[in-house]
Nanobody
């Protein structure tokens, strides 16, 4: 069973930056969309950013201009560059990959932004 392995989370001060990475433990074929979700305590999981194979991206309004999603189609790896981080960005971040074979989720990585 292929798993998604996330890295790059941690503790950062407000205004700082982090870069999240997500790579599969094995091969996934016919990957379509890749994305990052987050879930803060007491809140529903929300889509932060997504990118389709052709490169078109989509962002939730609260991160536009601060976060950038990118992908490596050869490695099936997705990245999230997060700049100008704010305390309300604090959450567990999950990567998601949608492919012909199904939808895959990472285990989550904690991002904590201190004020």
């Amino acid at each position: 069973q292929v798993q998604l392995v996330e890295s790059g989370g941690g503790l950062v001060q407000a205004g700082g930056s982090l870069r999240l990475s997500c790579a599969p433990s094995g091969s996934i074929f016919s990957v379509d969309s890749m994305g990052w979700y987050r879930q803060a305590p007491g809140k529903l999981r929300e889509l932060v950013a997504s990118i389709v194979r052709g490169g078109t991206t989509n962002y939730v309004d609260s991160v536009k201009g601060r976060f950038t999603i990118s992908r490596d189609n050869v490695k099936n790896t997705v990245y999230l560059q997060m700049n100008s981080l704010r305390p309300d960005d604090t959450a567990v971040y999950y990567c998601n990959v949608r492919a012909f074979s199904g939808s895959y989720w990472g285990q989550g990585t904690q991002v904590t932004v201190s004020s």
